[in-house]
């Protein structure tokens, strides 16, 4: 067993079993470790890496609780099937949404300029008038199939020159990380019914006044900054949201 995917720095400050946690998740979200995938089992894990069982136990039941995992009693620790409503509860680029569920992701850019001004956008992201806003439009598809349309309102005083990359190739979420130092860690989300935009609804060839989901979102940064605000659109015949709840 060679899980090159892991890697752990005894000397960190974070304890041993959030690294392995981020490790796993990290690889499962690029299609490393894709669906279905039987885990290395905790005595090889502790044996590759030299770590204590417990680390390992408390990372894979961190992993289980987030839903990523699944235990199957007498065969080991699989990569959950996840459902599409799962990942509601996950800030991820749509790249590593679609590996985390099996698909192929492709991206439409229908929409990129910059903005001084946009009533709900600004209000949001606590911006003045006359600051520049990146603004883009994107038809997402999986496995060829219309998945979601998202726009998305990026304050570019943050991220100077974002507005000069291709997002119909590469990743927002991706170059925030990549290029910019800044990591996407949490999100204020909710969920509302609505009737589609009529300019939409051939793209995801449906009806007029067929009934969406309709997914607000404002993420933050690894410092607290308001970096991105954005609006996606599911139809209701193809898509629904579950959520797992736990006790205290």
Do not use: W
């Not at 995917?5 to 960190?12: A, G, H, Q």
């Amino acid at each position: 067993m060679d899980p090159d995917y892991i890697k752990i720095n005894k000397y960190s400050s974070i304890p041993l079993h959030e690294q392995l946690k981020n490790c796993m998740r990290d690889a499962i979200q690029r299609g490393t470790l894709p669906p279905g995938e039987k885990l290395p089992t905790e005595e090889e894990l502790c044996r590759h890496l030299g770590i204590s069982r417990p680390v390992v136990r408390q990372a894979y039941s961190a992993l289980e609780k987030e839903g990523i995992l699944e235990r199957k009693r007498g065969r080991g620790s699989f990569v959950k099937s996840l459902d599409r409503g799962m990942l509601m509860m996950r800030l991820a680029s749509y790249n590593d949404e679609m590996n985390m569920i099996g698909m192929t992701p492709s991206t439409r850019l229908m929409k990129k300029e910059i903005l001084t001004f946009e009533l709900d956008a600004y209000g949001r992201l606590d911006l003045q008038q006359g600051q520049p806003c990146l603004h883009l439009e994107r038809m997402r598809y999986a496995n060829g199939e219309p998945f979601t349309y998202i726009e998305n309102f990026v304050p570019l005083a943050l991220f100077p020159g974002l507005e000069n990359y291709d997002f119909a190739t590469v990743s927002l979420y991706h170059i925030l990380k990549e290029d910019y130092g800044t990591h996407p860690v949490k999100a204020q989300r909710s969920i509302r019914a609505e009737i589609i935009d009529a300019r939409l609804a051939p793209l995801f060839h449906v009806e007029k006044r067929t009934a969406i989901h309709k997914v607000e979102s404002l993420a933050f940064d690894q410092d607290g900054r308001m970096i991105d605000y954005s609006l996606e659109t599911y139809p209701s015949n193809t898509h629904h949201f579950e959520f797992q709840v736990y006790s205290e």
